[in-house]
């Protein structure tokens, strides 16, 4: 059974950092693209970022609202996936999804807000 | 940047078809996906690769792709079909995912 489980969340103030993890399970890791995804309070699904699977070099991209404050890395031996998140701001606050969304794979997701 | 357009609603009596569209430049290039999302739950893959049914979804969800816009189709639509529905795709240098504003389907 496919699983992915995000850890991480939680409230954070402007300005500051967060690290989510995602952790894997069911499937071959290494050889999937992985994404994460954000969901603000009532709003519409946004893609955050790409870390692409092992043939394809582990290469990332970025959405434009984030690139240059979020990181994205992974380590396949743990199976795990992560997304390391800088100078915070009020509308970085959603719940953020861990998926591979071309085949349909998400985590519950975790909760971050940005918030004084 | 890049946008996909899809129409905040659509409405339909149960049993009619429901079709959900979704417009940017490069889907004449790009595979179009189809996602679920119901109240408070992670969405669900309905239909990849422009048409491509995974395993488990229904019969009646059914996806097409023509020029620039790709359509979701739900035929014989049910109430428990009524949700929020995504298309994604990527930009045509496949670099950029980017996500339709999403479309509330009522059936009543």
């Known amino acids: 059974e496919v699983q992915l489980v995000e850890s991480g969340g939680g409230l954070v103030q402007p300005g500051g950092s967060l690290r989510l993890s995602c952790t894997a399970s069911g499937f071959a890791f290494s050889d999937h693209n992985m994404d994460w995804v954000r969901q603000a309070p009532g709003k519409g699904l946004e893609w955050v970022g790409r870390?692409?699977?092992?043939?394809?070099?582990?290469?990332?991209e970025y959405a434009a609202s984030v690139k240059g404050r979020f990181s994205i890395s992974r380590e396949d031996s743990k199976k795990s996936l992560y997304l390391q998140m800088n100078s915070l701001k009020t509308e970085d606050t959603a719940m953020y999804y861990c998926?591979?969304?071309?085949?349909?794979?998400w985590g519950p997701g975790t909760l971050v807000t940005v918030s004084s | 940047s890049y946008e996909l357009t899809q129409p905040p609603s659509v409405s339909v009596s149960p049993g009619q078809t429901a079709r959900i569209t979704c417009s940017g430049d490069a889907l004449s290039k790009m595979y179009a996906y189809w996602y679920q999302q119901k109240p408070g739950q992670a969405p669900v893959l309905v239909i990849y690769e422009d048409s491509r049914r995974p395993s488990g979804i229904p019969e009646r969800f059914s996806g097409s792709s023509s020029g620039t816009m790709a359509t979701l189709t739900i035929s014989g639509a049910q109430v428990d079909d009524e949700a929020d529905y995504y298309c994604y795709s990527t930009d045509s240098s496949g670099n950029q995912v980017v996500f339709g504003g999403g479309t509330k389907l009522t059936v009543l």
């Open positions: 998926a591979s969304i071309a085949v349909g794979y």
């Open positions: 870390s692409r699977g092992k043939g394809n070099s582990y290469t990332t």
